[in-house]
């Protein structure tokens, strides 16, 4: 399974970057919209990073995954909280859910020992 979630990061970067190169306003909106998102007011980045995390299992997106799974190590989660987190995305889920979960745990791992 091992997937190299850092790797897939930067490969993801430049068809991002050229996808806002070739659609600058709908990237601008996007960027505004995650900004918006991500503002803290009830909830924490952190949290709203695990949710994001959570959805990414269950939309069974690797990308968003790796990326989601990268902010929350950068702003502190722990293996605790990802594994929880993982656990109400397979709860959500069910049996896909479940594979994708041991990607993200794998992605939070990798990732956080890089960090």
Request: glycine residues 8%.
């Amino acid at each position: 399974m091992m997937q190299n979630w850092a790797e897939l990061i930067q490969n993801m970067n430049g068809g991002v970057k050229a996808l806002r190169q070739g659609q600058p306003d709908v990237m601008k909106g996007f960027s505004m919209m995650a900004q918006a998102a991500l503002a803290e007011n009830a909830l924490e980045k952190k949290t709203k990073e695990l949710i994001a995390l959570a959805l990414g299992v269950a939309a069974r997106c690797e990308p968003c995954i790796a990326y989601h799974a990268e902010a929350a190590v950068k702003l502190g989660a722990t293996r605790a909280e990802i594994l929880e987190v993982m656990g109400m995305a397979v709860y959500m889920g069910a049996g896909p859910s479940v594979m994708y979960a041991a990607k993200a745990l794998e992605a939070y791992d990798q990732l956080n020992d890089q960090g």
